[in-house]
């Protein structure tokens, strides 16, 4: 019976490292206690000298970490040849090429690799119907990357949202993102801006003071976290983060907007 289990024991830790990309460390633990069960398991039984033990051991741990740095080596060639096709369909999908970018999703499904749970692929397949205004393919691309949680999944959803007009739809989608992905930036970001134009001013101070610590030198999360300060008429901190944003590097426009904002601010407060 042991023996059974450690055999399971191995077979799990390539398998896990194959199939299910675990990484090798955890992999050649695995493996080595499995091995290790089987060796005391023969040296109890005495059908193993216990003068061998360690020299099998060390050989089958030896081919372990062989074997599994050789499924590393092909996994991360694999990795890049992925990473190398997605950046060819980003490329045809920044030009507009919506058609072309299909048909070379199309090959790399073929091709097999590494795909992030086919993630990677649905939400350009989703761009690209996007691009083609293919809404209902756009729509049942996206609802398949649904499973996995991905924050790229949940950008793409709350665009899809506001392009429709569901802004709460869109604020709840945010919210669930940066409950979810609390270090990063823009679901902070998207979900601060969204409470503050509703006028939800304590809740967009939460998301948007996380934005700031996230990203310190962000100009649209300082901004956008003195206005919620100029509404609350906290008028110094309002004054404090609009001065940050002015040694930014911003365009015109934004500038025009934080001088407005800097001179609104009632003076003596």
Do not use: W
Request: with cysteine; net charge positive; aromatic share 10%.
């Amino acid at each position: 019976m042991i023996i059974v289990v450690s055999a399971i024991c191995i077979l799990c830790g390539l398998l896990g490292f194959t199939v299910f990309d675990s990484t090798a460390a955890t992999s050649i633990v695995l493996c080595a206690i499995g091995t290790v069960s089987i060796v005391v398991r023969l040296v109890l039984r005495k059908k193993l000298k216990q003068k061998r033990v360690a020299l099998i051991s060390f050989v089958s741990l030896f081919v372990i970490v062989l074997v599994v740095s050789g499924f590393t080596g092909t996994m991360e060639r694999d990795r890049a040849k992925s990473v190398s096709a997605f950046n060819e369909v980003d490329n045809l999908l920044d030009k507009g090429q919506a058609e072309k970018a299909l048909e070379r999703l199309s090959e790399i499904k073929t091709e097999g690799g590494h795909y992030d749970d086919n993630t990677a692929i649905r939400l350009r397949e989703f761009r690209a119907y996007r691009l083609l205004s293919r809404e209902s393919d756009a729509v049942r691309a996206l609802e398949r990357c649904a499973y996995y949680k991905d924050v790229r999944y949940y950008m793409a959803l709350a665009s899809t949202q506001l392009k429709a007009g569901e802004q709460k739809k869109a604020l709840d989608t945010y919210t669930e993102a940066a409950a979810l992905y609390p270090r990063y930036h823009e679901t902070q970001l998207k979900a601060g801006y969204l409470c503050f134009i509703r006028g939800a001013y304590t809740r967009a101070e939460f998301y948007l003071l996380r934005a700031c610590e996230i990203d310190p030198k962000d100009p649209h999360s300082l901004f956008f976290l003195g206005s919620v300060k100029y509404m609350q008429e906290k008028y110094p901190e309002a004054e404090g983060y609009l001065q940050r944003v002015l040694k930014l590097k911003i365009d015109e426009t934004m500038k025009k907007d934080v001088q407005d904002l800097l001179a609104s601010i009632p003076k003596g407060v």
